[in-house]
């Protein structure tokens, strides 16, 4: 939630309410689970606005900066949002009714209509479909497959092959962004190499010239970029001093050069397809699809990917792609594996791999109950059973038992 985003709406008359669901402009506020909505909702709602969608995403099967949650599932989360829907819209328009008359002036006596989506590793029809039939949801958001369409985004041609030859190793859980938050990341890109270069030359970092993400005055009093070549001179020199076992000296530089330039390095595909002139010389490309990028393999027109969503064609060759949720819990299930070799006898992450795996067993037992309806039953129980017998083994080694 930012606090400071939401106070400052206070002072924009677009999006008060004009009439009962009218609007100049609707707040979409995307969240992790219900909880989230409904805290963020009512603090909106007690300042007299409505949010008119509440956009679920999944929090590692996504492109672009990725949150991981509990270990709560994305199924197990919907089925959430559709038994408490009404609860929800009536809690937070308590809430907004006097607020928005005081605010207005204008009474309303009924909520204003409130949209549930969803989005996040959606691939094929079925999965979109089966998301609208089992949860009620007004729409299903495809991002990731459009970055292989030229009509809908624009990605300069080497990167374009990058994402065509894309397989799930390429896609990584990086740690790359400057913001500290984990980052879905394509492997190979420009900017990598160039990143890469950088560090065989001992020059890390890159040069700040945007300074959209400066935010550290760990060495400095004005804030600058953890991925600038400043901050990471600065920080080596630091670690340096440190006397640290050569494999931990190895371990932690490797953290402070894998942060990357985003300001420039995520704008650069838009420069490169348009033959512009790049920013100061630099035309690194960075991109950041999400895992389902692996299973796309072509460039298709606007026409071929609706046609896909729609299930008038398939433009999938990959027969053996895991469901959506299949992949979603082996995303949860290699994030909690890499906090193990830190856990050792820290009770603090002990705790939170044990309390993660508990979330992830309660969702696996969830999509048996309702493996049935997906259609793919028998394949999708197997696979369940395989996950279930590779969660308890974590919390059996990490004693930690669930």
């Known amino acids: 939630m930012n606090p400071r985003l939401f106070n400052y709406l206070e002072q924009l008359k677009a999006f008060d309410a004009l009439g009962p669901g009218l609007f100049k402009k609707k707040i979409v506020i995307k969240v992790s689970d219900y909880r989230s909505a409904l805290i963020q909702g009512k603090y909106l709602a007690k300042k007299g606005f409505w949010v008119s969608e509440f956009r679920i995403e999944s929090g590692l099967n996504c492109g672009g900066h990725a949150f991981a949650s509990d270990g709560s599932l994305l199924g197990p989360i919907l089925e959430e949002f559709k038994t408490k829907r009404q609860e929800l819209i009536q809690a937070l328009f308590q809430l907004y009714r006097p607020a928005a008359e005081t605010r207005t002036g204008i009474s309303f006596t009924e909520p204003h209509p409130l949209k549930v989506t969803v989005q996040g590793g959606i691939g094929t029809h079925e999965e979109a479909e089966f998301l609208f039939r089992q949860y009620d949801v007004e729409s299903a958001g ?26 799930e190793k390429d896609v990584v859980l990086s740690n790359n962004s400057p913001l500290n938050v984990r980052f879905n990341y394509l492997k190979g890109t420009s900017s990598e190499k160039e990143k890469l270069a950088r560090i065989q030359k001992g020059k890390p970092g890159s040069p700040c010239t945007e300074k959209h993400l400066v935010s550290n005055t760990e060495f400095t009093k004005e804030p600058i970029c953890t991925a600038s070549h400043k901050y990471q001179k600065l920080k080596i020199e630091q670690l340096k001093t440190l006397m ?19 300001c420039v390095g995520l704008s650069n595909s ?38 896909h969503i729609y299930g008038r064609t398939n433009i999938l060759s990959d027969p053996d792609r895991p469901h959506m949720f299949l992949k979603e819990l082996r995303l949860n299930i290699d994030f909690i594996k890499e906090k193990i070799p830190a856990a050792s006898d820290d009770r603090k992450t002990l705790k939170e791999i044990h309390d993660f795996s508990k979330q992830l067993l309660v969702g696996i037992e969830y999509y048996r109950s309702i493996s049935d309806q997906i259609g793919e039953s028998e394949n999708f129980n197997i696979h369940l059973d395989l996950f279930e017998e590779e969660v308890r083994t974590i919390c059996l080694e990490e004693h930690t038992e669930v």
Do not use: H
Request: proline fraction near 6%.
């Open 142 to 167: 495809w991002g990731t497959p459009f970055l292989l369409c030229p009509e809908a985004t624009t990605v300069d041609d080497e990167t374009l092959k990058l994402l065509c030859k894309a397989k």
């Open 244 to 262: 640290l076992s050569a494999e931990e000296y190895e371990k932690r530089y490797k953290e402070i050069t894998d942060k990357e330039c985003l």
């Open 270 to 307: 838009v420069v490169g397809a348009y033959g512009a002139q790049p920013l100061k010389g630099l035309k690194a490309v960075t991109i950041c699809p999400g895992p389902n990028i692996a299973y796309f393999d072509q460039i298709v027109t606007l026409r071929q990917m609706t046609d």
